[in-house]
């Protein structure tokens, strides 16, 4: 406490918790609106808005407090349509205006700013707000930032509208939102082949749920990254056993011996194959235990040997890879399946 203290009243008292109890008794909205535009210490500023009924008031709070905060707060106090409209169009700080915008309910003052505020974030928040189903669809059409057109999208159900963002948007995010709310198998599987980035085609392959669609991009489709998310949602086994065989693409094929279950398929491919990682992965999805000791003692690749050992049941198979294999992580992963065979019971050794 300073001996000015005992000069001037409490609420401008030197000690922050007496100035702050002070404050919160004060009544007298003039002063108190003073003390919320100009006080250093935000809490303090706060204690009294908290007191600040007038909407006037809060309004020249709104547009004139020292702290950004403060000002946001006292729009949030604001009932009245018509000064919300006021701060919506007038003030300075964006962040205000937007505040603003997000409790407003008048269609011609949202349209208004919409249409003319030069803060895309202002704009987000009256697009929200807006109902107009003819003005959204143009927004989402054709405005010229790309947050506004999303947000316009969010609120479209127009399947034609949709598909005609998620073709033709020249923002990849916006079109990549748009193929998420699109529905029509046929143009899904169009976009998937055709749109430039790599996202948007995944996220295409993901909404796609028609086999037929699917069948036939996993083979004509001529990014490989395509056809292997394609890959990843088939379910026919020959024709998954097709693209096994066939596809150049080693991710490709991959991605399909990991939707296989034909153990006679995935037999064939994990002794015969000509790639090593396709090999191990057929031999991941292998249960038939003459074929992974088959692999496991003689495949050429010591990463298949290693895989299919970690699955073998044979103890007298697996001591000798433990012994004699030339890969030493061969020997251990042989190793250690022997210890976990030992730690089953007898009838669990199947």
Avoid at 54 to 64: F, R
Avoid at 112 to 124: F, L, M, P, Q
Avoid at 139 to 167: F, H
């Amino acid at each position: 406490m300073v001996l000015s203290d005992y000069f001037r009243p409490k609420w401008q008292h030197s000690r922050y918790e007496t100035r702050l109890q002070a404050i919160k008794e004060l009544r007298d909205e003039t002063l108190l609106a003073d003390v919320a535009k100009k006080e250093s210490d935000r809490r303090i500023c706060k204690a009294a808005l908290n007191n600040i009924k007038d909407q006037e008031i809060l309004v020249d709070i709104a547009l004139t407090a020292a702290h950004e905060a403060i000002r946001r707060m006292a729009v949030a106090k604001l009932e009245d349509e018509k000064l919300l409209a006021r701060l919506a169009k007038t003030a300075s700080v964006w962040t205000v205006r937007k505040a603003a915008v997000e409790k407003l309910k008048d269609a011609g003052v949202i349209e208004e700013v919409i249409r003319h505020d030069s803060a895309w974030a202002v704009r987000v928040a009256a697009v929200e707000n807006a109902r107009d189903k003819e003005l959204l669809a143009n927004l989402a059409q054709s405005d010229r930032e790309w947050p506004v057109r999303m947000a316009a999208l969010e609120k479209v159900d127009d399947q034609a509208l949709v598909a005609e963002v998620a073709e033709n948007d020249e923002d990849k995010d916006v079109r990549e939102a748009a193929v998420k709310k699109l529905t029509d198998q046929k143009m899904l599987g169009e976009i998937a082949v055709s749109d430039p980035n790599e996202n948007v085609r995944r996220a295409a392959i993901a909404k796609i749920d028609d086999q037929a669609i699917l069948a036939d991009l996993v083979i004509t489709a001529p990014d490989w990254s395509v056809r292997e998310a394609v890959a990843e949602k088939i379910e026919d086994q020959v024709l998954l056993y097709q693209v096994v065989k066939k596809d150049q693409s080693l991710s490709v094929r991959q991605a399909a011996v990991e939707r296989l279950n034909d153990q006679t398929v995935l037999s064939e491919i994990a002794t015969f194959d000509s790639s090593a990682w396709v090999r191990e992965a057929a031999v991941q999805k292998l249960q038939v235990q003459t074929i992974l000791e088959k692999v496991a003692e003689t495949d050429a690749k010591a990463s298949v040997r290693k895989a299919a050992a970690a699955k073998v049941n044979n103890i007298a198979l697996l001591e000798r890879l433990a012994k004699k294999d030339e890969d030493s992580n061969v020997r251990k992963a042989a190793s250690s399946r022997i210890s976990e065979l030992r730690q089953l019971p007898d009838n669990k050794r199947v």
